[in-house]
Every structure is written in structure tokens, then in C-alpha cells.
């Protein structure tokens, strides 16, 4: 098993050059938040800004997106060309509307990389591309069930994490990051531990800002991923080490709140910048 470091973390971050412009630096577009969890949109939109993205476009209901607006008026509100997706955080596959359906098909048929958190896991098989997928133990549960594992509890998978993040990825052909105080990113075949530095980032909303971040990573590096999808582990990584280093200085040692994570993220890319 690989231990991801700042060091790990540092080599696939890279400043804006003075031939970027902001399509050239990735833009990532969100299908999340819906009426029952608009929060999960606003905590994405943010992290995807925070974390480097040239452009962050969200496709969702209008009330979710008058509300990322109000808080980030820097987003693009339209569907549109985008280097990267986040599908599903916030939203529910029991309720899945048959616009959102359509809109989460598109994206994932469109063979750009896709950060699949949350109510889009049941889709994580669909389409073309490469994939991150972003369960927390009980949605990995869901996602093996789905898969014909059935019987399997969420305290199995926390028992053994390393073995049901592997049997998901070599099933769905995707890249599994399984959140927890330990987060693990694999391939199937490569496995890398990326340990929270504060167990404060346990509260609501921290994996929608993940995600947001993770999106942002895998536009910012789209071309690589296209010649080699095996990056994704390396991204899915860095970004899960940035969501701790962002959680820890939003925590100082006491409670935090999952949008002061995303808004340290900047900060902690400018560190491993410097
Ligand atoms: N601001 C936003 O918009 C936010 C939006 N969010 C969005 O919410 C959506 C659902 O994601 P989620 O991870 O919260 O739920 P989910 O995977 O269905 O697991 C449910 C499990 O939890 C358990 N459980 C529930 N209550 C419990 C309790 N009091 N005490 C103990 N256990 C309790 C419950 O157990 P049970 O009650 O069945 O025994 C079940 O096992 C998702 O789209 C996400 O993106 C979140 O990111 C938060 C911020
Ligand atoms: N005990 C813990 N210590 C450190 N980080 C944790 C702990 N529990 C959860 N996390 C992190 O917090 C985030 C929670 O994500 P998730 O379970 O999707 O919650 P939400 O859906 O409310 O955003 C993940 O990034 C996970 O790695």
C-alpha cells in the first residue's frame, strides 16, 4: 500500500502559466444538489473554484443554481463543453427525476473523466471514460449489493476496506476513492492511503466539497488522464491530501464547517506551490 504525503501531492499541482487561459487550466462542470440538498451544490461549486478550476459551470434546478450564484456568481449556470464532471452529490436515486436522469446519462456518455459521488454511484458502470467514484462505506455497500455482493453490511466494509474498494474498482472498471478517516484510492491493483489529519472533518458536507475538488484535479489534467487513465489514483490522492490539509486549517483544533474546508483549499494549493 502507497502512504500519500504532501510530497506525493505536490507533484501534480501546477500554476497557471502566462499561455493558460481559463479553458487550458480545466473546466469542471456539477450535476449535483436538488430541492431536498441544494447545500451539496453551493459546497462543490465553491471547492471546484478553490481548488483551481478555470471554470466551473453547474447544470441543476433553477432554485439550487440561484443559490450557487449566490454565493459563487463566478459560476456558469448553462450546460456546456466541460474537461471534467461531478455527478450526483446531493441528489437521490430514489427520486431521480427523468430530466436529471437524461442530464447525468449525457455527461456520462460524453467520454470525459467523471468524480461519481453520492446519488450518481448506481450509475457508476454507465457510459465512457474515466471514473472516480466517491463512496463513503455505505454507499460502497449499496454500490457492491448492486454489483451481486449482496448480504454485505456497511461494518463489513469498514473491516476491510482495502478489499471492498478493490472488488468495486475491478468490477465497475473505475477508480474507487472509499472516504473515511483512512481514505483509500484504488485502481484494483494499485492501493494508496491518504490519512485525515483531523477527525473534525467528519461532519456534513466535507464529501461534497471532495468531490469538488477532485473534479477540479481531473480537469486540470484531462489530456493526461486520456493518454493514462491510471493517473486517476495519483489525482483522486492529491485531492483527498488537499480536502485534509484544507479540513485541518479550517479546524485550528476545534469544530469546523464543511465551507470553511472548501475554503482553505486555496490556500493549501498556494502551500504546495510554494
Ligand atoms: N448540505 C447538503 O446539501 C448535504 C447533502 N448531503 C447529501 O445527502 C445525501 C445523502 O447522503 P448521506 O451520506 O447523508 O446519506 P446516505 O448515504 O443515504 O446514508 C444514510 C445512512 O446514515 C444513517 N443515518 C442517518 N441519520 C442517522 C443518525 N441520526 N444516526 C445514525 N445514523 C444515521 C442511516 O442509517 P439508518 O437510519 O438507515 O439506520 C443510513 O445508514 C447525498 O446526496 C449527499 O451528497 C450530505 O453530503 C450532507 C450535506
Ligand atoms: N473520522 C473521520 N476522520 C477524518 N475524516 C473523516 C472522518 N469521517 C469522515 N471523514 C471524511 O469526511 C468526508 C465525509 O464525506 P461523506 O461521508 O460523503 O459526508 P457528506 O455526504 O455529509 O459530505 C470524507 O471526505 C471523509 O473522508
Known sequence: MEHW?????????????????????????LVTGSHDY??????????????????????????????????????????????AWVLGSGT???????????????????????????GALDLAGTGDGARLLTPHAGELRAL???????????????????????????????????????TLVTDGARVVLVAAPTHWLATAGTGDVLAGVAGAMLAAHADAIARDAGIVVDLGATAAWIHGAAGERASGGGPLVALEVAEQVADVVAGLLA
Open 92 to 118: 437521490d436515486p430514489a427520486g431521480r427525476s427523468d430530466a436529471l436522469a437524461a442530464v447525468l446519462q449525457e455527461a456520462l456518455d460524453e467520454g470525459v473523466p467523471a468524480v461519481v459521488d453520492a
Open 144 to 182: 457492491l449489493a448492486s454489483l451481486g455482493e449482496d448480504g454485505l453490511t456497511r461494518g463489513d466494509v469498514e473491516a476491510d476496506p482495502e478489499r471492498w474498494a478493490r472488488l468495486a474498482a475491478t468490477r465497475t472498471g473505475a477508480t474507487v476513492l472509499l472516504k473515511g478517516a483512512r
Open 5 to 29: 504525503t504532501r510530497a506525493e501531492a505536490r507533484a501534480w499541482m501546477r500554476a497557471p502559466a502566462a499561455t493558460d487561459d481559463k479553458y487550458a487550466r480545466g473546466v469542471v462542470g
Open 38 to 83: 441544494p447545500g451539496a451544490a453551493v459546497l462543490g461549486v465553491e471547492a471546484a473554484h478553490r481548488a483551481g478550476a478555470g471554470m466551473v459551470r453547474h447544470v441543476g434546478p433553477r432554485r439550487v443554481g440561484d443559490l450557487v450564484l449566490a454565493r459563487r456568481p463566478e459560476t456558469v449556470v448553462q450546460a456546456g463543453r466541460v474537461q
